[in-house]
């Protein structure tokens, strides 16, 4: 499965070059990915609140074009690994059909805390996702 | 006239107390506030592309509720104040219809770089929207 | 008393009008209001870990001048008003003596996730700080 | 050479999980890279004063531990790769000598808007930093 995520550039995302910031990119992911998740019928709200967390331990973002204030972006995820313990998700950023950028999260999963295997139910629904 | 702009909380914008850390209303109350403009028939890009900006001058917020991750919260914006020079708008937020916030902001006109006019296209779109 | 908290403006902060985005002084403020409870003994991280928490209710600004990335601006905190329940701060902020922006933030106290009295040791030292 | 830059972790950075959200660290990053060049004799203001832009390309982080509220983390920044047209930062993010979080950022020397060569002062004052 890809989820498509549409974001409308904010002004308060520019900076002094007149383009989105790069840091402002982690945050467009992370929008994409909530998603994704929700799509998949895994509301992120709902995951939290069973104790489970599946916080970013990598990040990579390659910048190929800028994003400005009042474009619309849209954002193409995909579940692009999954083993029982941490999560991979790769995403395009594209404009009009432009690739601006393009990245990955890794994420652990955490339960209770520390550092755990993702629970049974939540793993089956995300397989599903990553062969689809 | 009064627009209706639907905002979903990223994860981002939540703090350690669990809600949208109160700076963030800015940005919602900028990003209502560019959605207002727009449905005038005033994008914002196209009057700062003119050298016309309307900084904010001042600021005024009051928090009644906390938003929260992942809840689409409403803000309705009017056009409260119009002079030559400056411009006022009233924001409410809101969630299913409760109160979260409240909020005005000022905004003095700039024509290249100094205060100045409005230039007179735009007053009248204006004016149109501030008795609507 | 009046503390007084140095803020080195980062290019993150800025917009494309190529100056500090309004947005960015609610974090100005608030990094500055933690600097004055700790200078007065008041470690905000060691409040919340009671339980006690003083989140803004209210907040004013009004803009001057623009800052601009790079600068060093000066912010002067002061604890303008107290009850056993809310507090009042007023910031004036600065750049080599230049006001660029004043303001208020207006906090209740929450004790254990609801408004309840300042704890007597808090209340006390805040009251020094309120006469000095 | 490497520089050091002391980092004091605002409120306003932490997110629900209670720690600084990971977009924030790209922040971070560029301060300790400001801060960096400025120790060098290249403040960046004055850089792109002369229209020179060293845009983030790329951007690579792997987080290792949380930072919280309050803390005062170190970044220790070294310029790790130049060339005539491009930069390499590498970043180690640390509190009381514990890593958090280390990463790196890629530039490209934009002038007057487009891809160009570092000018040749620049790239000399860049040289001794790169062999120091």
Chains 1, 2, 3, 4 share one sequence.
Not at 22 to 48: I, M, N, T, W
Not at 76 to 98: C, H, K, M, N
Not at 102 to 126: M, S, W
């Amino acid at each position: 499965m890809e989820s498509l995520t549409c974001i409308k550039v904010r002004y308060a995302e520019t900076d002094q070059m007149g383009v989105v910031h790069h840091s402002v990119y982690a945050v467009y992911l992370e929008a994409a990915r909530v998603d994704f998740l929700e799509r998949a019928g895994l509301p992120y709200p709902q995951v939290e609140a069973r104790g489970v967390y599946f916080p970013v331990v990598e990040l990579g973002l390659t910048f190929r074009a800028p994003a400005r204030f009042g474009e619309e972006v849209l954002v193409r995820t995909r579940l692009a690994g999954l083993s029982r313990r941490d999560l991979l998700f790769r995403y395009r950023v594209e404009r009009d059909g432009i690739l601006l950028a393009e990245g990955f999260t890794r994420h652990l999963c955490q339960v209770g805390g520390k550092a755990g295997r993702i629970p049974e139910d939540i793993y089956q629904a995300l397989s599903v996702l990553h062969l689809g």
